[in-house]
């Protein structure tokens, strides 16, 4: 990333030590959303659905959720970061962090994108299923 004016530097510190302070209000969280897809190099999400979840159990769905995001990143990162695990069967050297979101500006960005990524999908489940409250 290329900052032109000291003024500019000073808004892009300002927005991602917001991001990483995660001390982001709720109406501001979509917004830094679209900025971290953005200006991100990469991003991938993983979803498993709920019969693959009963089929292997959550922690291993979590993992397969985790495995096919890293499958999706181009260009393949030289090693990750992660948010206190270790992902099974992924080749990519593994740094586990614990309290990562809050040591690590691309783990606080991944958990920003994981969140806005769920919510969208509840939101979209509760036009199907409005008597469950998935929106709320």
């Given at each position: 990333r290329i900052v032109r004016t000291n003024q500019?530097?000073?808004?892009?510190?300002?927005k991602y030590k917001k991001i990483f302070d995660k001390k982001i209000k709720v109406d501001e969280i979509f917004y830094f959303f679209d900025i971290i897809?953005?200006?991100?190099?990469?991003?991938?999400?993983?979803?498993?659905?709920?019969?693959?979840?009963?089929?292997?159990?959550?922690?291993?769905?979590?993992?397969?959720?985790?495995r096919e995001a890293v499958s999706k990143l181009e260009p393949v990162p030289q090693i990750l970061l992660n948010d206190a695990v270790t992902i099974p069967d992924v080749t990519i050297p593994q740094v586990p962090i614990i309290k990562g979101d809050a040591k690590s500006i691309s783990i606080a960005a991944a958990s920003i994108v994981a969140?806005?990524?769920?919510?969208?999908?509840?939101?979209?489940?509760?036009?199907?299923?409005?008597?469950?409250?998935?929106?709320?």
């Amino acid at each position: 990333r290329i900052v032109r004016t000291n003024q500019e530097e000073i808004e892009v510190e300002y927005k991602y030590k917001k991001i990483f302070d995660k001390k982001i209000k709720v109406d501001e969280i979509f917004y830094f959303f679209d900025i971290i897809k953005e200006e991100a190099v990469t991003y991938g999400i993983g979803i498993i659905d709920a019969a693959r979840i009963d089929e292997i159990n959550i922690l291993q769905a979590t993992y397969e959720a985790m495995r096919e995001a890293v499958s999706k990143l181009e260009p393949v990162p030289q090693i990750l970061l992660n948010d206190a695990v270790t992902i099974p069967d992924v080749t990519i050297p593994q740094v586990p962090i614990i309290k990562g979101d809050a040591k690590s500006i691309s783990i606080a960005a991944a958990s920003i994108v994981a969140k806005v990524t769920r919510d969208r999908m509840m939101v979209e489940y509760d036009k199907v299923m409005p008597e469950y409250g998935f929106a709320s």
